[in-house]
């Protein structure tokens, strides 16, 4: 093998981990979206993970992010406390934050 290819499998390398870390914390700011949406709904305890579980799961049916936000947004709605768009994604920025901050200290243990 030569050194370019040990410099190439590197950056595959480095490529892979960094996806693997953007998953994790997407996931996360999925999960925080949901007990957010959850606690707005009413829902505690087990009822508020199992939603939050269902909201990450959205994630995994389109690309992007649309599915999430209107998945929320229409179960908001069906409870009579109904979110505008641009505050659900607003909200999201706020928790990828943290869900980067939390899983990259993950990382450094």
């Known amino acids: 093998m030569t050194?370019?290819?040990d410099r190439e499998k590197a950056l595959e390398n480095v490529f892979s981990h960094d996806m693997e870390?953007?998953?994790k914390a997407r996931a996360r700011k999925n999960k925080m979206l949901g007990l957010w949406a959850a606690g707005l709904l009413g829902k505690?305890?087990?009822?508020?993970?199992?939603?939050?579980?269902?909201?990450?799961?959205a994630d995994f049916e389109k690309p992007g992010?649309?599915?999430?936000i209107h998945t929320l947004m229409h179960d908001l709605?069906?409870?009579g406390k109904p979110h505008e768009e641009h505050t659900i994604r607003k909200q999201g920025e706020r928790f990828l934050v943290e869900a980067t901050r939390q899983v990259m200290a993950e990382v450094k243990r």
């Open 3 to 5: 050194t370019f290819d």
């Open 21 to 23: 870390l953007q998953f």
């Open 44 to 57: 505690t305890g087990a009822d508020a993970e199992h939603y939050a579980r269902d909201i990450v799961m």
């Open 65 to 68: 992010e649309h599915d999430v």
């Open 77 to 79: 709605a069906a409870a």
